[in-house]
């Protein structure tokens, strides 16, 4: 048993960090055409980011590892395959439910990192980027890798879910941690500058937060930053 948790464990970082290297390696690229030269000096920088990036890759991956295996093998979850255990309606509002409760989740646990102590202690880690690249979307010190972590993988406990659902939040959060991180918009402006817009967060939302620190604090969403009178608007640099 204890080698079946390992293996699913050793798998899953695997799958994470391969994800990691996928995603912002091709942001990356991508950064390298639209901003020629956005990257130029940031070498050490960008290795440094790529090393923390691998060692939150096994903290995100064990728990996720250990929950999938308890799914396998025991049922655990609240994880569903079939697309008419729950109405089609709720297909969508699951989706919505666990981005939003993961955006409630990261502000405030990102507010807490903003504290001196813990900015010390762990999320100057991430705040060393300046700018960020695409290759600091996972760029944490392992205790804030850790509360980022046991999100999802509590989550799945809590509230019903469907496996395609759940991968397409996985994909989102992998998309947004990534592209909220390459210094540019890859948004259009009809959307970024409308009244949709303004409740969402993209690139030029937390590129600002990465310019000034003490604002825009959210993942997702702005609803939390403009409950809390801590949304700057967007960064004119992005
Ligand atoms: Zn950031
Ligand atoms: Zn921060």
Known sequence: MLAAILISAAAMTAIVALRYVAASGIFALITGRVRPGYHARLGPQIRREIGWSFASAAIYGIPAGIVAWGWQEHGWTQIYTGWSDY???????????????????????????HRPRWFTLAHGVHHASR????????????????????????????????????????????????????????????????????????????????????????????????????????????
């Open 131 to 238: 700018p960020p690249t695409a290759w600091a979307a996972m760029s944490f010190h392992p205790i804030e890798a850790l509360t980022g972590a046991i999100v999802v993988p509590l989550l799945v406990f809590l509230v019903p879910i469907n496996v395609a659902v759940l991968g397409l939040v996985l994909l989102t959060m992998t998309v947004m941690g990534v592209t909220n991180h390459m210094g540019w918009e890859m948004f259009p402006r009809a959307l970024v500058h409308s009244r949709l817009g303004g409740w969402l967060i993209t690139a030029s939302h937390h590129q600002l937060h990465h310019e000034k620190y003490r604002c825009n604090y959210g993942l997702y969403f702005r609803f939390w930053d403009r409950l809390c009178g801590t949304d700057r608007g967007l960064s004119p640099n992005a």
């Open 87 to 113: 109405p089609l309606w709720y297909l969508p509002v699951s989706l919505f439910v666990y981005l939003f409760l993961h955006d409630t989740w990261f502000y405030w646990t990102h507010r807490l990192m």
